[in-house]
C-alpha cells in the first residue's frame, strides 16, 4: 500500500493503467477531455507494476486497473468514474483536487 501511496502524492489525479486495457485508454481520454493533466503510471511498463498491481488489489479494485486517484484519494475504476460523470459529481471533484480551473 506504502507504494500506491507514495506514488499518488501531491498529484491531483493519477491513473494506474495497462497499455493494452481498452478501459484505461477510454478514462485517460474523459479525464483529459476535461483538461486535467493526470498522472499515469503504465503498470506493464513500470518494475514496480506488480507490487503496485497487488496493492490495488488490496485496496478492492477488481481488476486492477483502471484504478483512478483524485485528490490523492482513491475514487475507483471505470465504473464508478463513469458513474461520477454521469450523476455530474466528476468535475466537481477534479476542480477540488485543482486538476482543472473551470
Given at each position: 500500500?506504502?507504494?500506491?501511496r507514495r506514488?499518488?502524492?501531491?498529484?491531483p489525479?493519477?491513473?494506474?493503467?495497462?497499455t493494452?486495457c481498452c478501459?484505461s485508454?477510454?478514462m485517460k481520454?474523459?479525464i483529459?477531455?476535461?483538461?486535467?493533466?493526470?498522472?499515469v503510471?503504465e503498470?506493464?511498463e513500470?518494475?514496480e507494476?506488480?507490487?503496485i498491481?497487488?496493492?490495488?488489489?488490496k485496496?478492492g479494485?477488481?481488476?486492477?486497473v483502471?484504478a483512478?486517484?483524485?485528490?490523492?484519494?482513491?475514487v475507483g475504476?471505470?465504473?464508478?468514474?463513469?458513474?461520477?460523470?454521469?450523476?455530474?459529481?466528476?468535475?466537481?471533484?477534479?476542480?477540488e483536487?485543482?486538476?482543472?480551473?473551470?
Amino acid at each position: 500500500m506504502e507504494i500506491v501511496r507514495r506514488l499518488v502524492e501531491e498529484k491531483p489525479v493519477v491513473i494506474f493503467s495497462r497499455t493494452s486495457c481498452c478501459m484505461s485508454h477510454s478514462m485517460k481520454q474523459l479525464i483529459s477531455g476535461y483538461g486535467a493533466n493526470a498522472t499515469v503510471y503504465e503498470l506493464d511498463e513500470t518494475p514496480e507494476g506488480h507490487e503496485i498491481d497487488s496493492a490495488l488489489q488490496k485496496l478492492g479494485q477488481e481488476p486492477s486497473v483502471p484504478a483512478l486517484f483524485i485528490g490523492q484519494r482513491y475514487v475507483g475504476g471505470a465504473k464508478e468514474i463513469i458513474s461520477l460523470q454521469v450523476q455530474g459529481r466528476l468535475v466537481p471533484l477534479l476542480r477540488e483536487a485543482k486538476a482543472i480551473w473551470v
